[in-house]
């Protein structure tokens, strides 16, 4: 019975069998970027008109010895905290929680008579190709999964208001992305945050808890300072990143989540408060 005990599906078997959902049942396995696809696709069922409503859920569990080993073996792990971009980070914490969105067609909440948190605008998700835990440090992968996003949404760099980076605090993923963000931003990127040193690294769910932070975030007018930022690394220099609170420039956020065999993805969502 083994197998039967860890089948990662075994997850949505139960919700379907406690909540009477007989719907198609999709369960992405993508380690850090699970989550984040799993609203992807989401999002394309609804555009197939394949479904009204979808339910996109990120879970993970990796606190236990095997897994804390390995990424200590790659030397991802921080001894202490994530301290995303700074010149001092570490590495990534671990941390484990659960997210879940509820994605719909317009028609379907005026017919429930719902109130939306925002609105998703378009996605892209890339890989690199170069290996499982390497890295391009001229942020190729992220680069090219935000312009995918930005032409799915048919929005212009211009037009985002902040930023949620991966930020999960180890040197190479860091600095690969502060070299993207200013390639699709140039000199003109929206206010930075993170949220992976407040909650560490959910990994298949830290992609579903970052957009709905995203639109909280948006709702409040508000990007969240990262508190373990002490010193912006020289060499990620300019981003926008602060200790303190920043207004978003505008009601749409973007939302990276990177993963091992070089995967990115890139979510653009709006705040439905404005």
Known sequence: MWLLRNLPNNVLCHLGIRHNFKGANGCITNQCVGGALALMEAACALRAGEA??????????????????????????????????????????????????????????????????????????????IGIVDVRADGDGVQRAIELALADAKIAAKDVGMIVAHGNGTRGSDASEAVALRAVFGQDIPPVTGFKWAFGHLIAASGVVDVIMALHALRNSVVPGVATLTRLDPELAPLPISFTPQKPRSDIALVICRGFAAMNVALLVRSASS
């Open 52 to 129: 009204d409503r979808v339910m996109a859920v990120g879970h993970d569990t990796p606190i236990e010895p095997e897994t804390v080993f390995h990424y200590h073996q790659l030397g991802l792990m921080a001894p202490d905290t994530v301290r995303p971009f700074d010149a001092e980070r570490k590495g990534t914490v671990f941390g484990e929680g659960a997210g879940a969105a509820l994605l719909e067609t317009e028609s379907s909440t005026k017919a429930r008579g719902g109130a939306a948190l925002g609105e998703f605008l378009g996605v892209g998700s890339v890989t690199e190709g």
